[in-house]
Each structure stands twice: as structure tokens, then as C-alpha cells.
């Protein structure tokens, strides 16, 4: 079973500022396995990016992945305050999903 | 507009059984394998189950294995989740997420693009 780790916990950022959160897999995965989320407080998780750097609906073009193998970065060049809620890492493989535990990021 | 619409949660003795629906509209519902995902309070998120279009196959996570069952129908638009012999540690917020098969030159993606907003479990004496 593939273990995701998400680092770190907490990321505190100003606004305008560049963010970079780590995931990390037990195994390498390929790039199209791993699906990043979006969660704000009290909302369902929203799909963010996924496989190479592919954007879901809607989401801005900030926003970008990269990474291989074991590890993968979600970037987001220069935040905005709608931005600050809690990313997910997630794997899909063998017909299973795996989730990091995700990554607050926080208004400094 | 895709919509997915949870139901069946509330307080439930340890030991005990709770049936949660998931209610569909906005897409054709038959078209697509569904999820349910669930997070503990405070926690993170954990998938549950997944089932395909026909109802075959279906996939559970360990921890929920022999105790939960997914199902669907449908001629309902409705997916389910019957969950037995409840434990304090299944106490989360159940989430059902439709998922999106898509195919491109870097190979398949399975992406859980919709998601309710989720029904509350929790599991008390």
C-alpha cells in the first residue's frame, strides 16, 4: 500500500507570496495517479490539479504541479487570499484511493 | 448543474447500523463510478468504497471491510452506503464524490470531480 506524505503540516504565507507543498510517496507512483484537492473550512474537498500540471475547471492558472517518481510539488506562484485552506494529496492505484494528510496553508 | 446531495446521518450508538444516500441530478448518474469519502473530525480525508456503473466491482477500504456496504440504483439516481457494527473511530463526515474517467497522452486519470457537502456520522453511547 502506497503511503502519501504531505509536508509541512502548516505553511504560514502572506498574501503575494510564492507556496510550495510537498507530497511524498512510499513507492514511485506515476504522474497521472496523483489528484491535488482543495478544502475550506465546513466545504466539501474540490478537485484542484491533476497528472502533469492538468488544472480542473475554474482553477486559476497559479496553480501548478510538478515532481516525479516519489515526490510532487504543488506550487502556487503568488497567493491569493481565497487561496488559504487545506491541500490534499491523493493516489489512485489497484482500484484504491490514498490521501496524504494534507497540508494547512494559513494566512501569516 | 451537477449536484450530489447526502443524507442518513445522525447519532448512533456504538455497535449499531446506519444507511446513508447520496441523491444525483444534473448528469446521467448510471455513467459514472461513485465513492464515498469520509473525514473525522478535525482529521483528514479517508476513502471508503468505491462502485462501478453495473454494481460490479466494488472496492472497500480495509478499515470498513465486512462492516460496509456501497450500493446503488440506478432508476433512482441514488447511491448508498449501509454501515454495521459502527465503532467510535467511524465517526466523520461522509462524503459521496462522483468519479470522472479521462484519457490523454499521459494515460488515465481517476478524478473524483464532484463532491456533496456531506452528512454527519457519529457514533456515541
Known amino acids: 500500500e502506497i503511503v502519501l506524505t504531505q509536508s509541512p503540516g502548516t505553511l504560514s504565507l502572506s498574501p503575494g507570496e510564492r507556496a510550495t507543498l510537498s507530497c511524498r510517496a512510499s513507492q514511485r507512483v506515476s504522474s497521472n495517479s496523483l489528484t491535488w484537492y482543495q478544502q475550506k473550512p465546513g466545504q466539501a474537498p474540490r478537485l484542484l490539479i491533476y497528472?502533469?500540471?492538468s488544472r480542473a475547471t475554474g482553477i486559476p492558472g497559479r496553480f501548478s504541479v510538478s515532481g516525479s517518481e516519489t515526490d510532487f510539488t504543488l506550487s502556487i506562484s503568488r497567493l491569493e487570499p481565497e487561496d488559504f485552506a487545506v491541500y490534499y494529496c491523493?493516489?489512485?492505484?489497484?482500484?484504491?484511493?490514498?490521501f496524504g494528510q494534507g497540508t494547512k496553508l494559513e494566512i501569516k | 448543474e451537477v449536484q450530489l446531495v447526502e443524507s442518513g446521518g445522525g447519532l448512533v450508538q456504538p455497535g449499531g447500523s446506519l444507511r446513508l444516500s447520496c441523491e444525483a441530478s444534473g448528469f446521467t448518474f448510471s455513467r459514472y463510478s461513485m465513492n464515498w469519502v469520509r473525514q473525522a473530525p478535525g482529521k483528514g480525508l479517508e476513502w471508503v468504497s468505491k462502485?462501478?456503473?453495473?454494481?460490479?466491482?466494488?472496492y472497500y477500504a480495509d478499515s470498513v471491510k465486512g462492516r460496509f456496504t456501497i450500493s446503488r440504483d440506478n432508476s433512482k439516481n441514488s447511491l448508498f452506503l449501509q454501515m454495521n457494527s459502527l465503532r467510535d473511530e467511524d465517526t466523520a463526515v461522509y462524503f459521496c464524490?462522483?468519479?470522472?474517467?479521462?484519457?490523454?497522452?499521459?494515460?488515465?486519470?481517476?478524478?473524483?470531480?464532484?463532491w456533496g457537502q456531506g452528512t454527519q456520522v457519529t457514533v456515541s453511547s
Open positions: 462502485i462501478s456503473t453495473t454494481s460490479s466491482p466494488i
Open positions: 491523493q493516489h489512485y492505484g489497484n482500484s484504491r484511493y490514498t
Open positions: 464524490a462522483r468519479e470522472d474517467v479521462y484519457l490523454d497522452s499521459g494515460g488515465y486519470y481517476y478524478l473524483k470531480d464532484y
Open positions: 497528472g502533469a500540471s
